[in-house]
């Protein structure tokens, strides 16, 4: 469904015209702001790409970063079951808050360490999906399968050498260097860490 079809689905008039507005940064899916929304702030949100809300102390449209021009970027948007509230994925152009902080709740917005790994994942992807580009992982997948499978045999065997060591800036590198590597092989044959991770849990019966 794309964004114009789900306009005549938004319960708008539960809310007197408006409808919460739940801001969630796409990348580190931190919660950002709530903001409200009519059906003009919603279509404007959608046609111009900007999310914009309705401001009910200036009682017009409101395009975040409209003075400041830390916009925030429509990336996604959903309804949720009662069709009266909406989760807007962004991504925000500087700090959300109008107090200079990256959330409303002054909480840093940078992605939990699982986060990231999902988000070095997509990046892994996007450089398969563009062999042309002039980066080290595309290289890797224009070698093929073998040349990846063999730098993670080598990254594994460097791990364990500097495990023998103390030495703990060389052992963490390589332990960098391996993981790297397995997410790109992970791709390169198509899978994802989230099915590696399923493994995991049905071995340990963890839901």
Known sequence: MNFKELTNQIDFEKGEGLVPAIIQDVKTQKVLMLGYMNKESYEKTIETGKVTFFSRSK???????????NFLNLKDLSLDCDKDTLLVKVDPVGPVCHKGTDTC??????????????????????????????SYTASLFQKGINKIAQKVGEEAVELVIEAKDDNQELFMGEAADLLF??????????????????????????S
């Open 181 to 206: 590597h397995y997410l790109v092989l992970l791709s390169a044959k198509e899978y994802r860490l989230e099915q590696v991770i399923d493994v995991l849990k049905q071995r340990h019966k963890l």
């Open 59 to 69: 009682q017009r449209l409101w395009t975040k970063g409209e003075e400041s021009g």
């Open 105 to 134: 709740w002054a909480e840093e917005n940078r992605a939990g360490n699982i986060d990231f790994l999902l988000q070095l994942q997509q990046v892994i992807t996007e450089r398969k999906k563009n062999l042309s580009e002039k």
